[in-house]
């Protein structure tokens, strides 16, 4: 072991000893240090590039989020000083519909009915936004902007149970011009009104069906009574969602208080934009192309686009109102083109053709005033067939020479523009001496005639026969009149009569009163003259030189039964009638007046539930009086109609101020208070689906407003049971409630030669019938 220690020891001692090869491996230990630190100092260099890195890539994202989205780094200014918080400006947060609500009622404004903007109506809607006009009666809420919101994609509001939104665009509405507006009643409406008086905007609706644009379209309406006029009026509005804003595109008026629609005019798949400013009988149709980007504009028959001569008649008779001769004149031009018409010539016909088909559908119907028959054959441009109904009898040719007086401006100008078009066309050659004898006498009308070149003897010899009409020279055969007395109006009584006021068929007969008679003045509202019905007032019906008296007696068809039934409604709801005879007739200022003699009616004039004395001849009317049933009934019957009608009605007894403003109850609210009420269901319009005639008393409203037990026997002496009739659709065709003139249905009816029963109506003036139109929609 000693041996073995020895020889470690040398080895030892070998290592320790200093030599050349020792100095040079002292001399590397001091760089093993420097490696280590020089590992440290990369570790931290690494860390700090990972850092910058991770801090740009933050700043980057909090900048995409400042611009984009800055309402999530509204977390952030949780952890951050005063003086480092991140400033997100003035942008809402979301909020949920109920939200929006409430703060639009903090500012005293109403949210209206959200209209879906696409098929998911809970991504994005239109929110209008109302507000209370001061003295207001009906109609009170006034549009005043427009909103859209859209659907929050905030994550945080994603796992919300209620939806949040985001308002994304909005538009301030102004109602248009009260005389833009009232401009069609004047003269043509000016393209961009820009007027003083705007007339409030009460309702928004959405177009339905696609155009040619991507995005949806509103109209925005209100409505306006003049004279007896509904005109109706508004805006339309254009949301396009690629830029996510509201345009305001044109504004309208309709006189005959028609709503926009979009309807294939022009073809190529493209509907157009038609506005109904139609006055009467008279057509006037606006229509509107949608261009791009967007932009709607008007096709009008200024620009002149071909340079044949056809062609600029044509588009002189299409501006006269003779739409259908200018419809024929372009389609023989059309067809001469090879190629066809351009496509503004085409837009052009286009326009006339859709006039052209009111005219003519006005022309084919049968009208019960002859001079009605002949005013729309002229705008028809059916010459002949005028003058057919002029030569028919001189009645006709008196009544229609009334119409040439009151209508010679717009008739003379159609026949000047016609007979400029063809000059040799002898029934032009008629109606213009015709109107010229009206307006400037008959030697001037005679003169012009016998001046025209091309006039034949034929043609002078017919038309002094109908000049002759127009004079009042009536030939015997034709005071002959057979047809059946149907007259209605309303009666008085009187108590003296001056005998050289009335017109007799004796004129030696005497004006006498026989026991316990008394004398009624029948005022007549309609009456049937053998041909058609006529109203009045009847400024268009002249009397003959001779004979007057009988001519009044056989056009009233009283030769035969001079009898007249007086009738009158008890406070009870009981009729009391009594038998006149029809002694004399008068005609005064348009009115038409009989002198009839028979038994005094019981009439208290202090009662409001009291009509006054219905006068009518026995054939004038038959009465049409279905079987009531209740509203509960019709519910079990037709449960969808009921649904629909109920609001409506709760709707229109606000409007009339007989229940005050506010929310509409719900369904079984209003069940349960009018499901007792009475209505009856039938056609009065012709449609596949019966209207719903609903008869209210003031006891029924009453009961809806819980009076109080002082007022209830005041209730009782109140007006008569009003009437509201509803389509199928639950739109109010005809209305006791409201409205500028007070009104009340007596019955309903069916006339004589008339498909359709009419409403008798009394009015401040008498009694009228009221008759469905199928062009206006509604009973007038």
């Known amino acids: 072991m000693a041996n073995r220690s020895r020889k470690l020891t040398p080895k030892s001692s070998k290592i320790n000893q200093p030599h050349a090869g020792a100095t040079k491996l002292i001399a590397k230990k001091p760089p093993k240090k420097r490696q280590q630190g020089s590992w440290l100092s990369s570790i931290l260099v690494v860390t700090i590039l990972l850092g910058s890195v991770g801090l740009i890539t933050a700043c980057a994202w909090i900048s995409f989020l400042f611009i984009f989205n800055p309402d999530q780094l509204s977390r952030l200014n949780k952890f951050l000083p005063a003086w480092a918080q991140i400033p997100l400006g003035q942008r809402e947060l979301p909020q949920t519909l109920k939200e929006i609500q409430l703060s639009l009622s903090q500012q005293k404004q109403i949210a209206g009915e959200t209209l879906p903007l696409d098929e998911d109506s809970q991504n994005s809607f239109l929110l209008p936004v109302f507000r209370q006009r001061a ?52 003269d043509d409406a000016p393209e961009n009104p820009d007027g003083k008086i705007p007339l409030p905007l009460t309702e928004v609706k959405r177009f339905e069906g696609e155009t040619l644009l991507p995005g949806t379209w509103f109209y925005l309406r209100g ?86 001569s056809a062609y600029k008649d044509a588009l002189l008779l299409a501006r006269s109102g003779l739409w259908t001769p200018a419809l024929e004149l372009l389609k023989s031009i059309q067809k001469q083109r090879q190629g066809g018409l351009p496509k503004a010539a085409q837009g052009q016909l286009d326009l006339i053709r859709l006039h052209s088909q009111l005219t003519k559908t006005q022309a084919d119907k049968s009208w019960a005033s002859p001079s009605q028959q002949v005013l729309v054959d002229l705008m028809d441009g059916r010459w002949q067939k005028a003058l057919d109904v002029f030569a028919t009898s001189s009645h006709n040719a008196q009544e229609i020479g009334t119409l040439l007086k009151a209508n010679g401006g717009r008739l003379w100008n159609r026949t000047a523009v016609a007979l400029r078009v063809n000059p040799n066309k002898p029934e032009l050659q008629t109606w ?134 007086i009738v009158v409604w008890l406070p009870s709801g009981e009729q009391q009638i009594t038998t006149a005879t029809i002694k004399a007739v008068q005609l005064r200022g348009g009115a038409l007046l009989l002198l009839a003699a028979g038994d005094k009616v019981t009439q208290n004039q202090n009662n409001a539930r009291q009509s006054r004395p219905l006068a009518l001849t026995n054939a004038a009317l038959e009465w049409v009086q279905p079987s009531p049933i209740t509203l509960q009934e019709l519910f079990q019957q037709d449960p969808q109609r009921v649904q629909t009608i109920l609001p409506v009605v709760w709707r ?45 008393s003031t006891a029924a409203i009453a009961a809806l407003k819980q009076p109080t037990q002082e007022n209830v026997a005041a209730v009782e002496n109140q007006a008569r049971p009003r009437t509201l009739i509803m389509s199928a659709s639950g739109q109010v065709i005809y209305t006791d409630f409201g409205g500028v003139y007070l009104q009340r249905l007596i019955a309903i009816a069916k006339l004589a030669d008339e498909q359709n029963p009419a409403l008798l109506v009394e009015n401040v003036k008498g009694y009228d019938l009221k008759r469905w139109s199928e062009n206006d929609q509604r009973f007038q």
């Open 223 to 308: 409505q306006r009574q003049e004279a007896n006029k509904a005109i109706a009026y508004g805006h339309i509005i254009y949301y396009n969602p690629e830029g996510t804003h509201l345009q305001q595109m044109l504004s309208w008026t309709s006189p005959s208080g028609q709503l926009p629609k979009w309807q294939q005019v022009t073809g190529g798949g493209a509907k157009e934009l038609v506005i109904d400013q139609t006055i009467d009988l008279e057509p006037h149709l606006r229509i509107y192309q949608v261009k791009q980007p967007t932009q709607l504009e008007a096709i009008t028959l200024k620009p002149l686009v071909l340079k044949d």
């Open 432 to 565: 213009v001496t015709l109107i010229l004898a009206v307006r400037q006498g008959e030697e001037s009308a005679k003169s012009w005639l016998q001046a025209q070149p091309k006039t034949t003897p034929e043609t002078l010899a017919y038309t002094q026969g109908l000049l002759a009409k127009l004079n009042g020279e009536v030939p015997i055969s034709e005071l002959v009149s057979t047809h059946s007395s149907q007259i209605v109006g309303s009666a008085q009584q009187i108590k003296q009569v001056t005998s050289t006021d009335w017109l007799r068929t004796d004129s030696t007969a005497d004006l006498k009163l026989s026991n316990n008679e008394v004398w009624y003045q029948v005022q007549i509202s309609e009456f049937h003259d053998g041909q058609g019905w006529l109203s009045s007032p009847f400024e268009n019906l002249s009397l003959p030189n001779i004979g007057k008296g009988k001519f009044l007696w056989e056009t009233l068809g009283i030769s035969s039964d001079p009898t007249i039934q």
């Open 652 to 696: 229109s007894l606000q409007k009339s101020g007989d229940l005050p403003p506010g929310a509409v109850p719900s369904f079984q609210q209003m069940q349960e208070q009018m499901g007792y009420w009475p209505v009856q269901v039938m056609n009065l319009s012709n449609n596949p689906k019966p209207e719903v005639v609903l008869t209210i």
């Open 135 to 186: 003295r207001c009666q009906s109609d009170c809420q006034e549009l005043v902007e427009l909103r859209i919101y859209r659907r929050s994609d905030d994550w945080e509001f994603q796992s919300e149970p209620e939806k949040y939104y985001r308002l994304a665009t909005q538009l301030p509405i102004t109602g248009p011009d009260e005389s833009f507006v009232d401009a069609p009643l004047v």
